[in-house]
């Protein structure tokens, strides 16, 4: 019989601690044209760097909180930023704009994940966990918590919502081929799956996976492999689940994991941001690149 978690954690594969004493890491994007990782650290209001060579640097102090990062298909840096309330993005030259800040003139929640599709579209969750932190959830203007696709035409003007009946969504991602949007509810503790269709719209949202445990940990981020496995945060570390649904193991990590990425030159370390520390595990299936 196929042992496939055997195939993705192989006999040696060891969970090695990169540094530590950070607050809330979280958001991490592997940037292969730089050679490194880029998180957040949402508490400390910091993006940070690592290169295993000089460890982690900060190279934004404030970030606006940010949370989830991804980069565009031009290699662009884009941020969900809790306080600022926007998806950001970072400019050649530096500069940093708001690509994203409001649905129908009402300010957004507080962008928490991101992903960019192949056709350039950028997929957004909204649940208002930074309005909660800073004590301002009084100034929510959206009477819901939203799922949103920022359009790649017209200079990325046109904000369309895809789904509006999430009690908090969180981590999203699309299967290899694009044809399915995975994203997870944290109060649900569950995964739903959507057709991904071609126009940007989604349809369907069944419920791909449940995440119920006793130990520390939300479902939270999540990222695919190349062979449509989903890697989800949840109690106790990080579930893995075929592409039907099926859980085929756990990889524990000793604090609260809240995201991860994919990386390294072959694509198939996994960094895991947990609480204040981040992680990596090299695995034996390939990630789905970034961009």
């Known amino acids: 019989m196929r042992n496939k978690f055997g195939e993705i954690v192989r006999r040696g594969?060891?969970?090695?601690?990169l540094q530590t004493g950070f607050v809330f890491t979280e958001g991490p994007v592997w940037d292969a044209a730089e050679g490194c990782l880029i998180f957040s650290d949402i508490p400390a209001n910091r993006m940070w760097r690592y290169t295993p060579d000089r460890g982690a640097e900060v190279v934004r102090f404030p970030s606006g909180k940010s949370?989830?990062?991804?980069l565009d298909r031009q290699g662009r840096l884009i941020a969900c930023e809790h306080k600022n309330r926007r998806v950001s993005r970072e400019e050649k030259d530096g500069s940093v704009i708001t690509i994203?800040?409001?649905?129908?003139?009402?300010?957004?929640?507080?962008?928490?994940?991101?992903?960019v599709k192949s056709d350039g579209g950028v997929y957004f969750t909204d649940p208002p966990y930074g309005l909660l932190e800073d004590g301002i959830l009084d100034a929510r203007e959206l009477p819901f918590e939203g799922v949103y696709r920022l359009s790649p035409n017209a200079g990325g003007d046109t904000l369309t919502l895809i789904v509006d009946d999430f009690e908090k969504p969180n981590g999203l991602a699309f299967s290899p081929d694009e044809s399915l949007l995975y994203i997870?509810?944290?109060?649900?503790?569950?995964v739903r799956v959507f057709n991904a269709n071609p126009d940007g719209t989604v349809s369907g949202g069944r419920v791909f996976a449940e995440l119920e445990g006793?130990?520390?940990?939300?479902?939270?981020?999540?990222?695919?492999?190349?062979?449509?496995?989903?890697?989800?945060?949840g109690p106790g570390g990080i579930w893995v689940f075929d592409p039907s649904g099926g859980m085929l193991g756990r990889i524990d990590v000793p604090e609260v994991a809240a995201n991860m990425a994919w990386g390294g030159e072959d694509w198939k370390t996994l960094f895991i941001t947990a609480r204040t520390s981040l992680y990596r595990i090299g695995l034996g299936i390939e990630g789905i690149r970034v961009p």
């Open 13 to 17: 594969a060891e969970l090695e601690k």
């Open 67 to 70: 949370n989830g990062l991804t």
């Open 100 to 115: 994203a800040g409001a649905y129908e003139g009402k300010r957004l929640n507080s962008p928490n994940d991101v992903v």
């Open 184 to 190: 997870d509810d944290t109060d649900r503790a569950h």
């Open 214 to 233: 006793d130990e520390p940990g939300d479902v939270d981020g999540m990222k695919v492999d190349t062979e449509g496995n989903v890697y989800v945060t």
